[in-house]
C-alpha cells in the first residue's frame, strides 16, 4: 500500500500538468498561425509517436523494471515543455509534440505494469486499476480549468514554463518515492525456470491475446481523440479558452462519478467494458444528432463512460494474458491507443466540412464493438474465477 501511495501522489501531480495543457494547446496552435488541418496533426502527431516509444517500452520494462521509464518520461517531458513555452512557429510545435509523444510512451505501461504488479489477485488489481483511473480523473477534474486560468492571467509562456518545472519536479520525486524493485519480473523469471524445455535454454510460458480485442482501445482513443480536437475549436480566444477548461472538468466528474464505484469491479470487465462502449456512442450520436440535449449533460454522462471502460479494460488484459508479460501488454494496448489518438484527430480536420465528426466518433464505436466476441459462451469461458489462475482457459 505505501508503494502505491506514493505512485498515486506523484502520478496525480504529472495528470494535472498534462491535462492543464488540453483546453490551451489548440488556441496556442492558433494564435501561431496554424490552420484547422495542421492543428489535427499537431494533436495526432502527439499520439503517432507514441508508437516507437511504446514499442520499446514492451520489452524494457519487462526486463529492467517501471522505475528508470517512469522517471525518464516525466523529467523529459518537462524540460520539453519548457523549450515549448519560447516557440514562435507552428512546425516548432510540431517538433516538440512529436518529442514529447516518443518519451512519455513509456509513462502509462510503466505505471500500469507496476500497479499490476502489487497484487496477484484479480479483484485487488481491478481495485488498483480503479484507483489509477480516480488520481487520473480528479487530477483532470481541476487541471483544465486551471491551465485555462492561468493562460487567462499569465499567458501561454508562463504556463507553459510552469507546467514545465512541474513535471521535472514530480520526476525527481518519483526518483524517492518508486522503489528499485519489480515484482513482476520476478515472477516472470520463476515462470521461466518452471517451464518447458527448449535446447540449453527456457522458453517462458506465455499468453497470446488476439488482436480484436485491442480494437477496443483504439476505438475508443479514436472516439476520444476527435472530442479533444473538436471542443477547443468551438471558440479559440481567452473567453472561449476558460470555457474549454469547464467542459473538459465536466467530463472528467462524469468519469469520476463512476470510478467510485468500486463495487463495479465484482462484475465482468468484458461486459464493463462493453456497456461503456455503447453507453459513449450514445453519446457522441447525442452531441451529433440531438442538439436539443444539452452539451453539458452529454459530456457529462461521455465522462461516466469513460470511468467505466477505462479500469474494466485494463483488467480485462491482465485476466486475458494471465498475468505475464504485463510490461508487454500494456505496451500494446497503448500503441493501439496511440494509433486511435492519431487517427481521430486527423480525420476530424479533414472531414469536418463535410460530416460531423461526432457522428464519425458514433460510427467507429459501433464498428469496434463488431470487432470483438460477445457472446454468452465466450464471456463465460473468459472471465469465468477458473480462468483467472488456469491461461490456457483463454
Same mark, same amino acid.
Given at each position: 500500500?505505501?508503494?502505491?501511495?506514493?505512485?498515486?501522489?506523484?502520478?496525480?501531480?504529472?495528470?494535472?500538468?498534462?491535462?492543464?495543457?488540453?483546453?490551451?494547446?489548440?488556441?496556442?496552435?492558433?494564435?501561431?498561425?496554424?490552420?484547422?488541418?495542421?492543428?489535427?496533426?499537431?494533436?495526432?502527431?502527439?499520439?503517432?509517436?507514441?508508437?516507437?516509444?511504446?514499442?520499446?517500452?514492451?520489452?524494457?520494462?519487462?526486463?529492467?523494471?517501471?522505475?528508470?521509464?517512469?522517471?525518464f518520461?516525466?523529467?523529459?517531458?518537462?524540460?520539453?515543455?519548457?523549450?515549448?513555452?519560447?516557440?514562435?512557429?507552428?512546425?516548432?510545435?510540431?517538433?516538440?509534440?512529436?518529442?514529447?509523444?516518443?518519451?512519455?510512451?513509456?509513462?502509462?505501461?510503466?505505471?500500469?505494469?507496476?500497479?499490476?504488479?502489487?497484487?496477484?489477485?484479480?479483484?485487488?488489481?481491478?481495485?488498483?486499476?480503479?484507483?489509477?483511473?480516480?488520481?487520473?480523473?480528479?487530477?483532470?477534474?481541476?487541471?483544465?480549468?486551471?491551465?485555462?486560468?492561468?493562460?487567462?492571467?499569465?499567458?501561454?509562456?508562463?504556463?507553459?514554463?510552469?507546467?514545465?518545472?512541474?513535471?521535472?519536479?514530480?520526476?525527481?520525486?518519483?526518483?524517492?518515492s518508486?522503489?528499485?524493485?519489480?515484482?513482476?519480473?520476478?515472477?516472470?523469471?520463476?515462470?521461466?525456470?518452471?517451464?518447458?524445455?527448449?535446447?540449453?535454454?527456457?522458453?517462458?510460458?506465455?499468453?497470446?491475446?488476439?488482436?480484436?480485442?485491442?480494437?477496443?482501445?483504439?476505438?475508443?482513443?479514436?472516439?476520444?481523440?476527435?472530442?479533444?480536437? &473538436? $471542443? @477547443? #475549436?468551438?471558440?479559440?480566444?481567452?473567453?472561449?479558452i476558460? +470555457?474549454? =477548461? /469547464?467542459? *473538459?472538468?465536466?467530463?472528467?466528474?462524469?468519469?469520476?462519478?463512476?470510478?467510485?464505484?468500486?463495487?463495479?469491479?465484482?462484475y465482468?470487465?468484458?461486459?464493463?467494458?462493453?456497456?461503456?462502449?455503447?453507453?459513449?456512442?450514445?453519446?457522441f450520436?447525442?452531441l451529433?444528432?440531438?442538439? &436539443? $440535449? @444539452? #452539451?453539458?449533460?452529454?459530456?457529462?454522462?461521455?465522462?461516466? +463512460?469513460? =470511468? /467505466?471502460? *477505462?479500469?474494466?479494460?485494463?483488467?480485462?488484459?491482465?485476466?486475458?494474458?494471465?498475468?505475464?508479460?504485463?510490461?508487454?501488454?500494456?505496451?500494446?494496448?497503448?500503441?493501439?491507443?496511440?494509433?486511435?489518438s492519431?487517427?481521430?484527430?486527423?480525420?476530424?480536420?479533414?472531414?469536418?466540412?463535410?460530416?460531423?465528426?461526432?457522428?464519425?466518433?458514433?460510427?467507429?464505436?459501433?464498428?469496434?464493438?463488431?470487432?470483438?466476441?460477445?457472446?454468452?459462451?465466450?464471456?463465460?469461458?473468459?472471465?469465468?474465477?477458473s480462468?483467472y489462475?488456469?491461461?490456457?482457459?483463454?
Amino acid at each position: 500500500m505505501k508503494t502505491a501511495f506514493w505512485l498515486y501522489l506523484f502520478l496525480f501531480l504529472a495528470f494535472f500538468d498534462l491535462h492543464a495543457q488540453y483546453p490551451i494547446l489548440t488556441p496556442f496552435a492558433v494564435s501561431l498561425g496554424a490552420t484547422p488541418v495542421f492543428i489535427g496533426w499537431v494533436v495526432g502527431i502527439y499520439a503517432l509517436t507514441h508508437l516507437p516509444g511504446n514499442i520499446i517500452a514492451g520489452k524494457v520494462i519487462d526486463r529492467h523494471g517501471s522505475r528508470p521509464y517512469i522517471i525518464f518520461s516525466l523529467i523529459s517531458a518537462g524540460a520539453i515543455l519548457l523549450l515549448q513555452a519560447h516557440i514562435q512557429f507552428p512546425w516548432q510545435l510540431l517538433v516538440l509534440r512529436s518529442l514529447s509523444g516518443f518519451v512519455l510512451a513509456f509513462l502509462s505501461p510503466a505505471c500500469l505494469a507496476l500497479l499490476a504488479s502489487l497484487s496477484k489477485d484479480p479483484v485487488t488489481q481491478g481495485k488498483y486499476m480503479s484507483g489509477h483511473g480516480v488520481i487520473h480523473t480528479l487530477a483532470s477534474v481541476v487541471s483544465p480549468a486551471v491551465g485555462a486560468f492561468i493562460v487567462a492571467n499569465a499567458g501561454y509562456t508562463m504556463t507553459f514554463q510552469s507546467l514545465g518545472w512541474l513535471l521535472m519536479a514530480t520526476g525527481v520525486m518519483a526518483i524517492f518515492s518508486v522503489p528499485k524493485t519489480f515484482r513482476a519480473s520476478k515472477d516472470t523469471k520463476s515462470r521461466s525456470r518452471n517451464s518447458i524445455p527448449f535446447g540449453p535454454y527456457t522458453r517462458p510460458e506465455t499468453v497470446s491475446i488476439p488482436l480484436r480485442y485491442y480494437a477496443l482501445p483504439f476505438v475508443v482513443s479514436c472516439a476520444q481523440g476527435i472530442l479533444f480536437f &473538436e $471542443i @477547443p #475549436l468551438r471558440n479559440t480566444d481567452m473567453s472561449g479558452i476558460m +470555457s474549454t =477548461g /469547464i467542459l *473538459f472538468s465536466v467530463i472528467s466528474l462524469g468519469a469520476l462519478s463512476t470510478l467510485c464505484l468500486l463495487f463495479l469491479n465484482r462484475y465482468s470487465p468484458f461486459k464493463r467494458v462493453v456497456l461503456g462502449v455503447i453507453l459513449m456512442a450514445c453519446c457522441f450520436f447525442s452531441l451529433a444528432a440531438l442538439p &436539443e $440535449i @444539452p #452539451l453539458v449533460v452529454s459530456l457529462f454522462v461521455l465522462g461516466s +463512460s469513460k =470511468g /467505466i471502460i *477505462f479500469p474494466a479494460m485494463a483488467s480485462l488484459f491482465i485476466k486475458l494474458s494471465g498475468g505475464s508479460r504485463l510490461g508487454r501488454v500494456f505496451a500494446f494496448q497503448s500503441i493501439a491507443m496511440s494509433l486511435g489518438s492519431f487517427i481521430g484527430p486527423v480525420t476530424s480536420g479533414q472531414f469536418r466540412d463535410h460530416l460531423s465528426p461526432y457522428f464519425i466518433a458514433f460510427l467507429i464505436l459501433m464498428v469496434g464493438l463488431m470487432l470483438i466476441p460477445i457472446s454468452r459462451q465466450t464471456a463465460t469461458s473468459l472471465y469465468t474465477p477458473s480462468s483467472y489462475s488456469n491461461p490456457d482457459a483463454v
